[in-house]
């Protein structure tokens, strides 16, 4: 604690009235107290890991204060300030710590990593920057809805290194939402010192590239943060867009506890310890007889009373009983899915087509639907399937977006948190490897962590036979079924696609909705010209006979289809998967066991593809009634070329028959 009678931080108390110069006291007091127990009982081995943000409280509580109770605050490691100003109860805070239920992630998740709606607090994962784009969301729900909410998003300096923060940044910026991107530049990330981060002088001269206002604020003074921010915020209510803010401070304690201080050099510690927020303002009401020290000892005795008497409730709390069938059922939200019939009149339509119609109508249903991708909005997607959209739905709902699409995932998430849908276009399935990160580690494990949906559909255009490379060409659904909390679609037809589409934009779950090149312009079929839904989950049974079972998916469908029709004198099973997760495993066992014989066929190159997982489920659940080796065919595992005759060299389609025929004569 500081002995000086004098603060070393200069405060302008400007118009503010006493009683909220005590509350910036209090509740910056109040998580240094409870992060100081809490340093006590990671020592006694009752918590596992700590972030510390003691010396950081001022920004956490002045952003807090500045933002009004609905407005969406997403905090990092060190802002437990957010938490305690938003006057969550202590208890729930502890739980968490410990991986109790009373917790936000029913144990799954860790420390500051969950959210929570009933605090419009929408936590951080351990990959940092993609909390960034998702405030974007939220923020454009806002502007949608035209609610005059401000959104405040969290970083540190070293995440400001991440493409995330350049792409949100710039998406805030093309887009003017109303989002405060908060950079807290506390000195080190981890133990990378901030000249082995950046070259600009600081942090918001980045802001003037991305044509938003910016400011640097003394972190460690909460008057100077508290007016600023809310008039920041208030200026942004009235005219929506973006700004920059970086908030000079100093970590002082290490990255986690375990990680120490030892990088940091003792007379630059010693500085920093110098202009401590809680201190110095503590020092300042004091001088100024605004707070007395007898006022001072009874609030700490209240703050420690609260603690102690809700870190006894957390601790009498009992520990989560592991439920293997709860972890199972609350990988996706519940999604009761009920039929729309399709009406009997049809037309004929291209895949295409029936997949730009689907969206249409859905669009049409859903008030709350936006649609976002590269190209989309006038020009229609480069595939034509987004065509007129705009001059139907509007620019609002129908986005095109910059070259960006991690970005845009974490935006679509943040729509859904603001209780939206989006639909995001993939401009190519391979793509899909610049929004990994979000699509897996966010939008896949937000509903089991801290129950929050992601209604957010990608849609994945895909697949070779168009002499398009290496890059545009891919087969990469097995990415994807592979990460729980994904649901991976892949229709072969237009009846499927147009039906599978609407209950993929119905469930709030997110969907990777994968629709062959290929197919687009080359596959027909009538098309009830209503909207319809199908159910995901259950395999179409194209041919049905006695001797093999066929099992393929998109592309596949078409070459087993050819193979089969001029081949009569096969009597096949062919069952067309369309949905990979979930899988109807139902369908494909009740084959196997009638024929005793199993080909599964996928365009993807074989080694770790969803043929492989197939043929393992079939082995062990059907191997009594097994009369030969499930045989798997595949393309090349190889990249997949460009030229067609090297192209049709890779692709499985070629040697399908050859296998197929192998089996039969085992």
């Given at each position: 604690m500081l002995t000086s009678t004098k603060s070393l931080i200069t405060y302008d108390k400007k118009n503010l009235d006493d009683k909220t110069l005590l509350s910036l006291y209090k509740n910056m007091l109040k998580p240094r107290m409870i992060e100081e127990?809490?340093?006590?009982?990671?020592?006694?081995?009752?918590?596992?890991?700590?972030?510390?943000?003691?010396?950081?409280?001022?920004?956490?509580?002045?952003?807090?204060?500045?933002?009004?109770?609905?407005?969406?605050?997403?905090?990092?490691?060190?802002?437990?300030?957010?938490?305690?100003?938003?006057?969550?109860?202590?208890?729930?805070?502890?739980?968490?710590?410990?991986?109790?239920?009373?917790?936000?992630?029913?144990?799954?998740?860790?420390?500051?990593?969950?959210?929570?709606?009933?605090?419009?607090?929408v936590g951080m994962i351990s990959h940092l920057g993609p909390q960034l784009g998702v405030a974007d969301g939220i923020a454009l729900a806002s502007l949608l809805k035209n609610k005059d909410c401000v959104t405040a998003v969290f970083t540190g300096e070293g995440g400001t290194s991440e493409g995330d923060f350049h792409e949100a940044l710039n998406v805030a910026s093309v887009w003017q939402l109303p989002v405060l991107f908060c950079v807290e530049n506390n000195g080190y990330g981890l133990s990378t010192p901030t000249n082995e981060q950046y070259r600009c002088k600081d942090i918001a001269d980045r802001g003037k590239g991305y044509g938003m206002e910016s400011f640097v604020l003394d972190g460690n003074n909460i008057i100077e943060v508290y007016t600023k921010m809310e008039k920041l915020a208030a200026s942004i209510r009235k005219r929506p867009r973006p700004i920059l803010v970086e908030f000079k401070t100093f970590r002082m304690r290490g990255h986690e506890e375990a990680s120490g201080t030892k990088y940091v050099p003792k007379n630059l510690m010693d500085e920093w310890a110098k202009k401590d927020p809680v201190d110095n303002f503590r020092t300042y009401l004091l001088a100024q007889r605004i707070l007395t020290e007898k006022q001072d000892e009874t609030l700490k005795e209240t703050i420690t009373s609260e603690i102690n008497e809700h870190l006894k409730k957390a601790f009498d709390e009992e520990p989560i009983v592991p439920n293997i069938e709860t972890e199972l059922d609350d990988i996706y939200k519940t999604f009761d899915y009920k039929e729309t019939k399709?009406?009997?009149?049809?037309?004929?339509?291209?895949?295409?087509?029936?997949?730009?119609?689907?969206l249409k109508q859905s669009m049409e249903k859903h008030d709350d639907l936006v649609i976002m991708g590269q190209d989309i909005a006038e020009y229609g997607g480069v595939f034509k399937i987004t065509e007129g959209f705009v001059k139907q739905f509007g620019k609002a709902r129908v986005r095109n977006t910059?070259?960006?699409?991690?970005?845009?995932?974490?935006?679509?998430m943040g729509l859904s948190i603001a209780g939206m849908k989006a639909v995001m276009e993939m401009q190519f399935a391979d793509f899909a490897t610049s929004g990994f990160n979000p699509i897996v580690n966010y939008l896949a494990k937000s509903h089991y962590r801290w129950n929050q949906q992601a209604?957010?559909?990608?849609?994945?255009?895909?697949?070779?036979?168009?002499?398009?490379?290496?890059?545009?060409?891919?087969?990469?659904?097995?990415?994807?079924?592979?990460?729980?909390?994904?649901?991976?679609?892949?229709?072969?037809?237009?009846?499927?696609?147009?039906?599978?589409?609407a209950t993929a934009i119905e469930d709030p779950n997110p969907v990777l909705f994968f629709e062959h090149k290929a197919l687009y312009r080359s596959v027909r079929q009538d098309v009830p010209v209503d909207y319809y839904t199908l159910p995901f989950g259950k395999a179409s049974v194209l041919k049905e006979g006695k001797d093999v079972t066929v099992i393929t998916y998109g592309a596949g469908v078409h070459w087993a289809l050819e193979i089969l029709d001029s081949n009569s004198d096969i009597n096949a099973d062919l069952i067309d998967l369309r949905s990979l997760q979930p899988l109807d495993t139902d369908a494909i066992f009740a084959s196997v066991k009638k024929t005793g014989k199993a080909i599964v066929l996928q365009e993807d190159s074989l080694f770790g593809g969803i043929a492989s997982d197939i043929s393992s489920l079939i082995m062990e659940n059907c191997f009594e009634q097994l009369d030969a080796p499930v045989k798997r065919v595949a393309s090349m595992d190889t990249p997949i070329p460009f030229i067609n005759q090297l192209e049709e060299q890779?692709?499985?389609?070629?040697?399908?028959?050859?296998?197929?025929?192998?089996l039969l004569a085992y």
């Amino acid at each position: 604690m500081l002995t000086s009678t004098k603060s070393l931080i200069t405060y302008d108390k400007k118009n503010l009235d006493d009683k909220t110069l005590l509350s910036l006291y209090k509740n910056m007091l109040k998580p240094r107290m409870i992060e100081e127990k809490m340093l006590i009982l990671l020592r006694q081995g009752k918590i596992s890991k700590w972030f510390s943000g003691i010396g950081q409280e001022a920004i956490s509580v002045g952003v807090t204060m500045a933002m009004k109770t609905e407005e969406y605050m997403l905090p990092m490691h060190r802002n437990l300030g957010v938490f305690t100003t938003r006057n969550i109860p202590l208890y729930r805070l502890f739980s968490q710590w410990q991986g109790k239920a009373n917790g936000f992630t029913k144990g799954r998740d860790r420390s500051f990593h969950f959210g929570t709606q009933e605090f419009n607090i929408v936590g951080m994962i351990s990959h940092l920057g993609p909390q960034l784009g998702v405030a974007d969301g939220i923020a454009l729900a806002s502007l949608l809805k035209n609610k005059d909410c401000v959104t405040a998003v969290f970083t540190g300096e070293g995440g400001t290194s991440e493409g995330d923060f350049h792409e949100a940044l710039n998406v805030a910026s093309v887009w003017q939402l109303p989002v405060l991107f908060c950079v807290e530049n506390n000195g080190y990330g981890l133990s990378t010192p901030t000249n082995e981060q950046y070259r600009c002088k600081d942090i918001a001269d980045r802001g003037k590239g991305y044509g938003m206002e910016s400011f640097v604020l003394d972190g460690n003074n909460i008057i100077e943060v508290y007016t600023k921010m809310e008039k920041l915020a208030a200026s942004i209510r009235k005219r929506p867009r973006p700004i920059l803010v970086e908030f000079k401070t100093f970590r002082m304690r290490g990255h986690e506890e375990a990680s120490g201080t030892k990088y940091v050099p003792k007379n630059l510690m010693d500085e920093w310890a110098k202009k401590d927020p809680v201190d110095n303002f503590r020092t300042y009401l004091l001088a100024q007889r605004i707070l007395t020290e007898k006022q001072d000892e009874t609030l700490k005795e209240t703050i420690t009373s609260e603690i102690n008497e809700h870190l006894k409730k957390a601790f009498d709390e009992e520990p989560i009983v592991p439920n293997i069938e709860t972890e199972l059922d609350d990988i996706y939200k519940t999604f009761d899915y009920k039929e729309t019939k399709p009406s009997s009149k049809t037309e004929e339509l291209r895949l295409i087509d029936a997949i730009s119609l689907g969206l249409k109508q859905s669009m049409e249903k859903h008030d709350d639907l936006v649609i976002m991708g590269q190209d989309i909005a006038e020009y229609g997607g480069v595939f034509k399937i987004t065509e007129g959209f705009v001059k139907q739905f509007g620019k609002a709902r129908v986005r095109n977006t910059p070259i960006c699409e991690s970005a845009i995932v974490e935006t679509a998430m943040g729509l859904s948190i603001a209780g939206m849908k989006a639909v995001m276009e993939m401009q190519f399935a391979d793509f899909a490897t610049s929004g990994f990160n979000p699509i897996v580690n966010y939008l896949a494990k937000s509903h089991y962590r801290w129950n929050q949906q992601a209604d957010v559909v990608v849609r994945m255009p895909c697949g070779g036979g168009v002499a398009a490379g290496p890059f545009h060409s891919q087969t990469n659904e097995a990415w994807f079924t592979k990460t729980p909390g994904l649901k991976v679609i892949y229709p072969a037809f237009p009846f499927d696609a147009k039906g599978l589409l609407a209950t993929a934009i119905e469930d709030p779950n997110p969907v990777l909705f994968f629709e062959h090149k290929a197919l687009y312009r080359s596959v027909r079929q009538d098309v009830p010209v209503d909207y319809y839904t199908l159910p995901f989950g259950k395999a179409s049974v194209l041919k049905e006979g006695k001797d093999v079972t066929v099992i393929t998916y998109g592309a596949g469908v078409h070459w087993a289809l050819e193979i089969l029709d001029s081949n009569s004198d096969i009597n096949a099973d062919l069952i067309d998967l369309r949905s990979l997760q979930p899988l109807d495993t139902d369908a494909i066992f009740a084959s196997v066991k009638k024929t005793g014989k199993a080909i599964v066929l996928q365009e993807d190159s074989l080694f770790g593809g969803i043929a492989s997982d197939i043929s393992s489920l079939i082995m062990e659940n059907c191997f009594e009634q097994l009369d030969a080796p499930v045989k798997r065919v595949a393309s090349m595992d190889t990249p997949i070329p460009f030229i067609n005759q090297l192209e049709e060299q890779y692709m499985a389609k070629g040697r399908f028959e050859v296998a197929l025929k192998e089996l039969l004569a085992y």
